[in-house]
Each structure stands twice: as structure tokens, then as C-alpha cells.
């Protein structure tokens, strides 16, 4: 039993480090409706930008920090500017589109940056002073391995949650936000400016990227595998639902725990190995169950 | 109700205003004012024009010619964002309110152009955020009350009745405590007792806000009851313009109505 416990715990835990990748993608559906191909490659972006601020120029964690943000906040408005604007009206289908296009253009950019900085492509190591051991207090009281990294992963994204919700249902900017996204031109109507909604958006969904890059920088080095953390998002999505910031969050739990206790239960019996493709197996059934996700709207077309 | 013409200073002006959808005319050449603190009603058959005047007034659609005067400025073309910011508020004929949203956040939606909070002091939640979201949420408390909405003021606006939807939807313009409110059938598809209310709040706002008022509206007995006067479109054209009493007997109002014999 106590095994059974470390298992869901570890699990559960990694499952956050997949709701802070999702987070970002559900903010941008949120305010536009808009599924964001390219926050895998801003994840990437965002963190090596900080690697590279951080070993190059010997930044300290906060100004890098802060720098990087900065960078993303331009790319934000840079994005909404050059590949939204033009295409106010068109079909969602042309904005997913062009968000293809864009992480392509982002993950070259990221590229780019890693040869010149430091002219190989190797992982880069990123460190936040958490190492991934055990929490020796959880091991001498109850023998249980739980790693001191994914605890603080999880203290930040709690953090992270915390702080959206609080931006998007208390603020001004926030009831903004939610506005346009229900409706453009009723928005319009009670002057809120969409371009500049759609900057603060993608702005906010750059951060997002860039606590979700340092985290998984942090655990998996900074490479262009980061990218590829994006498809782990889908299945998280698809359970919680796209429009939901805790379904991110719940979606990622059970994600996370459902694919290590797979591994370790089921595994055996298929020869192992399941832990990669578990959650998407989840994520189909879960379509056949409840398409809208655990939390998301339930769309009802009038016929 | 009120006959005489109301000599006010003209608040609204649109001069000679044309517009066309490619090959079809929806407004040709179409001028009249709006005077300050009157209801001026628009009315017009199917397809005359109205909704796309109010469009124009309030910058969703550019009208290839002519000129809208509001408060001494004249400008060609404005976007809706703006014209909101120069204190015009509008209601939709199929309502257009944020569904997700409950009653309260959607009338808070109103406020926006009035809070003064930077971005940065909304992110972490300080100093005059705080302060403003309380000023202005007693504001949106009145207006809620003003409206006789209290018993929903937390209901997601998605689930609410049609009539109250309405209510909702003047509530949030009401917010913007605008000069010049746009309303585009308020009361359409209401029944008798909510278009009784309807025509109680248009006429309150009116009266105790001072709000002047530019309305659709199809049904004739409430356009005769509460306008001061009426422009009168038909196939994208003015046709008459004056009070309700002088409009009615206006031959070319009674043929665009009822058809002409031939």
C-alpha cells in the first residue's frame, strides 16, 4: 500500500509539470478560441532565452528572469501585431493554421539562438536549486520517496493557478479577457480594444511558457525535445477541457498518476513500457465518454 | 407624451450617409439629428436600414460617404471601441451578451472605460485595482437595483429568460453611463407585461439620467408612446421624419407599411 501511495504521488506530481504546458495552451483558447500549435516551441524559446542570458552574460536567476519575460511579452505582441491582426474574422481554422506556422518560425528562431550562443546543440543544463532527490523528512517518517523537485514543481504551479484565477476574475483586464472571448463584437461595443486584449493574452501565455520551460528545463535540460512536451498537453486538454484553467490542472493530475500507476500495474502484463502512450489511450476513451472534458463548456447547437 | 419638438442642442448629427454591402444599397443618403436628452425612434419595414444606421453611429460599419457629428466632432470613420469611449452605448437585436460570464461581471464589462488601474497594478492585485473594483462595483450595485435585477445578479447571463437577458444587456450599456444610448429593438419578441417594464426603464433612464436615447423598435404603439420623434427608413431611404402624430399620417409612411396599389 505504502508503495501504492509513492506511485500516485510521483505521479500526480509529474502530472503538474504537465498542467503548467496545458495552462498556457487554455489561455489562449480562452480569450480567442484559438488552439495555439506554437506554445511547445515558446516553451522552448523562453527557456533558452533565460539559459542563455543566465551562462552568457552571468545574469542572476531574477534578472534573467526578468529579461526573458520581456522577450516574451515583444513576442506576444510582436505575434498578435504581424500574424493575428491581419486575420481578424477569418475562420479558426486559418488562426490554428498560422499558429503552425508560427511555432516553426519560433522553435527556428530558438535554434538560432542556441548555435550562436553556445555553437553546439546539446542539452543545456539549467539549474534552480532544487534537486531531483528525496525529501528526507517523507523518507525517515514514512519511507516514501517523493522528490524535492517535483514538490517545488508543484508549489509553483499552485502558485501560478492561483494567481491566473485571481487575474481573470477579479481584474479589469481579466472580465476583459473573458469578454472577448464569449464575443467580439459586444466587447467592441463596451470599448474594449481586441488587439490589445490579444497582446496581454499572448503576453500571459509567454510567461506561462517561460515558468513551464524553466521547470522542465530544469528537469530534462534545455533542448528541442521541449517542444515535443506540447503533445503531452493534448491529452491533459482533451480530459480537462480547453476553456478550463483547473481543468488543466485536474487534468494533469490524473494524467500524471494514471500513467505511473499504469506503468507500474499494468505494465508488467505487456512487457513494460506503456508509460509513453498510456494517457493519449485515456484521452481517446475519455472522447468517447465526455468530448467537452471534465470542465469544459458544453456546447449546444440550436437547430 | 411629450409632442412638441424639444429644442435642445443637437447631441448626434448624421449628414448624407450612404453605405453599400457590394452591390446592395442599405443606406442612401440619409441625414437627420438627434437632439440632447430625447427618445428619437427609428422605424422602418424589414430590411429599411435601422440596424445598419445604428452600425454606422457606432463605428461597426465605415459608410462610404457622409459624416457623423457627435458632440460638435464630425468624423468620417471610428471604431466601436472608440465611439464607446466618447460615451456611446448600444443593446443589440440579438442580444450580444458575454454568456459565460454571470449578470454582475457582465455589467462590470461596462465599467471598463472608466477604471484607471495599469496592467501591471491588476497582476499583482494592489493599490488602485482593489479600490476601483469597489467603487465601481457600487456603481454596477445601483444600476443592478435601478433595473430590478438584484435576484440574479450571480446567474450565469447563458441561463436567464429572454426578457431579463434584455434587461441585462441595458444594464451593461447603462454602466458606461453614456451620453447617447443605442437600442436596437429592446423590446422585441417580449410579451405584453416585459415590454410594460421595457418601456418603464427606457423611459426612467431618460428622465433620471438625462440619457438621450435613439431606439428601433417595431412596435408601433410603444414608438408612439414613448418618442419625442421619428425618423421613418424605407429600402435604405428616409421617408419621413417628424413626431409620432405627423409621421403617422405621412401618406408615404402609410404606403411603405401597407404597399402601395398599383
Given at each position: 500500500?505504502?508503495?501504492?501511495?509513492?506511485?500516485?504521488?510521483?505521479?500526480?506530481?509529474?502530472?503538474?509539470?504537465?498542467?503548467?504546458?496545458?495552462?498556457?495552451?487554455?489561455?489562449?483558447?480562452?480569450?480567442?478560441?484559438?488552439?495555439?500549435?506554437?506554445?511547445?516551441?515558446?516553451?522552448?524559446?523562453?527557456?533558452?532565452?533565460?539559459?542563455?542570458?543566465?551562462?552568457?552574460?552571468?545574469?542572476?536567476?531574477w534578472l534573467a528572469f526578468a529579461l526573458t519575460l520581456v522577450v516574451m511579452v515583444l513576442v506576444g505582441i510582436l505575434t498578435e501585431r504581424v500574424v493575428l491582426r491581419p486575420l481578424v474574422n477569418q475562420p479558426q481554422i486559418s488562426l490554428f493554421m498560422a499558429t503552425i506556422?508560427?511555432?516553426?518560425?519560433?522553435?527556428?528562431?530558438?535554434?538560432?539562438?542556441?548555435?550562436?550562443?553556445?555553437?553546439?546543440?546539446?542539452?543545456?543544463?539549467?539549474?534552480?536549486?532544487?534537486?531531483?532527490?528525496?525529501?528526507?523528512?517523507?523518507?525517515?517518517?514514512?519511507?516514501?520517496?517523493?522528490?524535492?523537485?517535483?514538490?517545488?514543481?508543484?508549489?509553483?504551479?499552485?502558485?501560478?493557478?492561483?494567481?491566473?484565477?485571481?487575474?481573470?476574475?477579479?481584474?479589469?483586464?481579466?472580465?476583459?479577457?473573458?469578454?472577448?472571448?464569449?464575443?467580439?463584437?459586444?466587447?467592441?461595443?463596451?470599448?474594449?480594444?481586441?488587439?490589445?486584449?490579444?497582446?496581454?493574452?499572448?503576453?500571459?501565455?509567454?510567461?506561462?511558457?517561460?515558468?513551464?520551460?524553466?521547470?522542465?528545463?530544469?528537469?530534462?535540460?534545455?533542448?528541442?525535445?521541449?517542444?515535443?512536451?506540447?503533445?503531452?498537453?493534448?491529452?491533459?486538454?482533451?480530459?480537462?477541457?480547453?476553456?478550463?484553467?483547473?481543468?488543466?490542472?485536474?487534468?494533469?493530475?490524473?494524467?500524471?498518476?494514471?500513467?505511473?500507476?499504469?506503468?507500474?500495474?499494468?505494465?508488467?502484463?505487456?512487457?513494460?513500457?506503456?508509460?509513453?502512450?498510456?494517457?493519449?489511450?485515456?484521452?481517446?476513451?475519455?472522447?468517447?465518454?465526455?468530448?467537452?472534458?471534465?470542465?469544459?463548456?458544453?456546447?449546444?447547437?440550436?437547430? | 407624451?411629450?409632442?412638441?419638438?424639444?429644442?435642445?442642442?443637437?447631441?448626434?448629427?448624421?449628414?448624407?450617409?450612404?453605405?453599400?454591402?457590394?452591390?446592395?444599397?442599405?443606406?442612401?443618403?440619409?441625414?437627420?439629428?438627434?437632439?440632447?436628452?430625447?427618445?428619437?425612434?427609428?422605424?422602418?419595414?424589414?430590411?429599411?436600414?435601422?440596424?445598419?444606421?445604428?452600425?454606422?453611429?457606432?463605428?461597426?460599419?465605415?459608410?462610404?460617404?457622409?459624416?457623423?457629428?457627435?458632440?460638435?466632432?464630425?468624423?468620417?470613420?471610428?471604431?466601436?471601441?472608440?465611439?464607446?469611449?466618447?460615451?456611446?452605448?448600444?443593446?443589440?437585436?440579438?442580444?450580444?451578451?458575454?454568456?459565460?460570464?454571470?449578470?454582475?461581471?457582465?455589467?462590470?464589462?461596462?465599467?471598463?472605460?472608466?477604471?484607471?488601474?495599469?496592467?501591471?497594478?491588476?497582476?499583482?492585485?494592489?493599490?488602485?485595482?482593489?479600490?476601483?473594483?469597489?467603487?465601481?462595483?457600487?456603481?454596477?450595485?445601483?444600476?443592478?437595483?435601478?433595473?430590478?435585477?438584484?435576484?440574479?445578479?450571480?446567474?450565469?447571463?447563458?441561463?436567464?429568460?429572454?426578457?431579463?437577458?434584455?434587461?441585462?444587456?441595458?444594464?451593461?450599456?447603462?454602466?458606461?453611463?453614456?451620453?447617447?444610448?443605442?437600442?436596437?429593438?429592446?423590446?422585441?419578441?417580449?410579451?405584453?407585461?416585459?415590454?410594460?417594464?421595457?418601456?418603464?426603464?427606457?423611459?426612467?433612464?431618460?428622465?433620471?439620467?438625462?440619457?438621450?436615447?435613439?431606439?428601433?423598435?417595431?412596435?408601433?404603439g410603444v414608438v408612439m408612446d414613448i418618442s419625442e420623434r421619428v425618423v421613418v427608413l424605407d429600402y435604405g431611404r428616409k421617408i419621413a421624419d417628424g413626431s409620432p402624430q405627423e409621421v403617422r399620417a405621412n401618406p408615404a409612411v402609410i404606403d411603405a407599411y401597407l404597399g402601395?396599389?398599383?
Open positions: 500500500m505504502q508503495f501504492f501511495f509513492e506511485v500516485l504521488i510521483g505521479g500526480l506530481l509529474a502530472g503538474v509539470m504537465y498542467s503548467l504546458v496545458a495552462l498556457g495552451f487554455v489561455l489562449i483558447f480562452k480569450a480567442s478560441g484559438v488552439f495555439n500549435f506554437a506554445q511547445g516551441a515558446m516553451v522552448f524559446f523562453a527557456a533558452l532565452v533565460f539559459v542563455t542570458l543566465q551562462e552568457k552574460l552571468a545574469a542572476p536567476f506556422g508560427l511555432a516553426f518560425f519560433v522553435e527556428g528562431a530558438a535554434q538560432l539562438v542556441q548555435l550562436w550562443a553556445f555553437r553546439d546543440i546539446s542539452p543545456r543544463p539549467l539549474a534552480l536549486g532544487f534537486q531531483d532527490a528525496p525529501i528526507d523528512w517523507l523518507l525517515a517518517r514514512f519511507n516514501m520517496l517523493v522528490s524535492r523537485f517535483d514538490a517545488f514543481a508543484a508549489l509553483v504551479a499552485g502558485a501560478l493557478v492561483a494567481a491566473l484565477a485571481l487575474f481573470f476574475n477579479k481584474t479589469r483586464v481579466g472580465r476583459a479577457l473573458r469578454a472577448v472571448a464569449d464575443d467580439h463584437q459586444a466587447a467592441l461595443s463596451v470599448g474594449i480594444p481586441l488587439k490589445y486584449i490579444w497582446a496581454i493574452v499572448w503576453s500571459v501565455a509567454g510567461f506561462v511558457a517561460l515558468v513551464a520551460g524553466l521547470m522542465w528545463g530544469a528537469r530534462s535540460g534545455v533542448q528541442f525535445a521541449l517542444t515535443l512536451v506540447a503533445l503531452k498537453a493534448l491529452p491533459v486538454l482533451i480530459l480537462g477541457g480547453f476553456e478550463s484553467i483547473a481543468g488543466a490542472i485536474v487534468g494533469g493530475l490524473i494524467i500524471g498518476a494514471a500513467e505511473k500507476l499504469a506503468e507500474v500495474y499494468l505494465g508488467p502484463y505487456v512487457g513494460g513500457g506503456i508509460e509513453g502512450w498510456f494517457a493519449y489511450v485515456l484521452a481517446l476513451l475519455f472522447l468517447l465518454v465526455r468530448p467537452e472534458g471534465l470542465f469544459g463548456e458544453k456546447h449546444i447547437d440550436r437547430v | 407624451m411629450s409632442a412638441q419638438p424639444p429644442d435642445g442642442e443637437v447631441l448626434l448629427a448624421v449628414d448624407n450617409i450612404s453605405l453599400s454591402f457590394g452591390g446592395v444599397k442599405a443606406l442612401a443618403d440619409v441625414s437627420f439629428d438627434v437632439r440632447r436628452g430625447e427618445i428619437r425612434a427609428i422605424i422602418g419595414p424589414n430590411g429599411a436600414g435601422k440596424s445598419s444606421m445604428l452600425n454606422v453611429i457606432n463605428g461597426v460599419y465605415h459608410p462610404q460617404q457622409g459624416t457623423v457629428r457627435f458632440r460638435g466632432e464630425t468624423r468620417r470613420r471610428v471604431d466601436p471601441h472608440r465611439a464607446a469611449a466618447n460615451g456611446i452605448a448600444r443593446t443589440f437585436q440579438n442580444i450580444a451578451l458575454f454568456k459565460g460570464m454571470s449578470v454582475l461581471d457582465n455589467i462590470m464589462t461596462g465599467r471598463n472605460l472608466k477604471m484607471r488601474a495599469t496592467l501591471f497594478e491588476q497582476a499583482i492585485y494592489v493599490g488602485r485595482n482593489r479600490r476601483e473594483e469597489l467603487v465601481h462595483r457600487e456603481k454596477v450595485e445601483q444600476i443592478i437595483d435601478f433595473l430590478q435585477i438584484e435576484h440574479i445578479r450571480k446567474t450565469p447571463v447563458g441561463r436567464l429568460p429572454y426578457g431579463l437577458q434584455k434587461r441585462v444587456e441595458l444594464a451593461r450599456a447603462l454602466a458606461a453611463e453614456p451620453a447617447l444610448l443605442l437600442l436596437d429593438e429592446p423590446m422585441a419578441g417580449m410579451n405584453v407585461e416585459e415590454k410594460q417594464d421595457m418601456c418603464r426603464f427606457v423611459l426612467d433612464v431618460n428622465e433620471e439620467f438625462g440619457t438621450t436615447i435613439v431606439l428601433i423598435e417595431h412596435d408601433m402601395v396599389a398599383h
